[in-house]
């Protein structure tokens, strides 16, 4: 068994490139040989990769469609001493793709869930883009629809953090179209296109520039996609003007620091915890 993994029957979540089978890890093919048996989300299209490492496991279907009595015979091998190895189509499973009530499962009956890290469509976009990487949000895939699309992406118009979105072939012009009405013209993306693979584009620009180069050619439409957005930026911290922090100071002699803070805010609109910070302020001043 591979490295730090010991003799103990356990469930192991592989990752599995996303184009370039050279970002296949070692420590990948050592646990998809000796495990027992291989639940993948598409044993026809995992034999490929099976063929090309020369794995030769046993495999079985796996979806997130699978019902619950698949799932618990899964992890009833694991329970009589076999491991299993979950995989999917490509990347890591779990993200966006089946295994979630797997590991829920196995991990209420405190059976052993390794992870094999490896590639990630999300990481490996924001490890390019050139968006602020420290803080970010995935949103998984838009909705099929526009009205369910839009609205997802009014959830997010103030979103400060870096969002990230999957999308398909199908749906990118309707998606980069619909981003565009929502966050403006103006709001910076990256479309992330067919990465790790031949036809691998990073092009990054106002979401006005990326709907016109898009629309441009009709090969930049095809393949796999994630697309970057740019936060929303930052409302400066609300300002307590002249007026409200009069209020506050009249209020602050006949009421408490608590009190005049809280109805200052009823009176001015301003934020409660703001006010009653400053409030606490100028007591301790004429204290
Ligand atoms: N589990 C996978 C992962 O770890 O990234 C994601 C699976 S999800 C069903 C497939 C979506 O991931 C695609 O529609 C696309 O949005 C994104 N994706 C996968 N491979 C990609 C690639 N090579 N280039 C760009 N996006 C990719």
Same mark, same amino acid.
């Given at each position: 068994m591979a490295s730090n993994e010991n003799d103990s029957p356990a469930l192991y979540i592989v990752a599995t490139p996303i *184009?370039?089978? +050279? =970002?296949?890890t070692a420590r990948a093919i050592e646990v998809l040989r000796s495990v027992d048996l291989i639940a993948a989300e598409d044993t026809r299209h995992s034999a490929r990769l099976m063929q090309h490492f020369g794995i030769t496991t046993r495999m079985t279907p796996y979806h997130d469609f699978s019902d619950d009595a698949r799932v618990e015979s899964l992890l009833s091998q694991v329970l009589e001493g076999q491991s299993i190895a979950l995989i999917s189509d #490509? *990347?890591?499973?779990?993200?966006? =793709? @089946? +295994?979630y009530r797997l590991v829920q499962r196995a991990r209420e009956q405190s059976i052993r869930v390794v992870p094999i890290p490896g590639v990630c469509a999300i990481t490996t976009a924001l490890s390019a #883009? *050139?968006? @602020?990487? =420290?803080r970010f949000t995935f949103e998984g895939f838009p909705a099929a629809k526009r009205t369910g699309r839009q609205k997802h992406f009014q959830s997010l118009v103030q979103e400060t953090r870096t969002i990230i979105f999957y999308e398909s072939p199908h749906r990118i012009l309707d998606s980069i179209d619909d981003m565009l009405e929502v966050f403006g013209a103006q709001r910076e993306a990256v479309i992330c296109r067919e990465?790790?693979?031949?036809?691998e584009t990073l092009y990054g620009a106002s979401l006005g520039q990326l709907q016109s180069w898009i629309r441009?050619?009709?090969? &930049?439409? &095809?393949g796999e996609f994630v697309i970057i957005v740019r936060g929303a930026v930052a409302q400066p911290e609300e300002a307590l003007n002249a007026e409200v922090l009069r209020t506050l100071t009249i209020l602050l002699e006949s009421l408490s620091v608590k009190q005049a803070a809280a109805l200052t805010a009823q009176i001015t609109g301003v934020k409660k915890n703001l006010l009653y910070e400053r409030a606490l302020e100028i007591s301790k001043a004429h204290s």
């Open positions: *184009g370039n089978l +050279g =970002d296949m #490509a *990347g890591t499973p779990l993200i966006s =793709d @089946p +295994g #883009a *050139g968006l @602020p990487s =420290d990465l790790t693979k031949t036809f441009e050619d009709a090969n &930049r439409q &095809r």
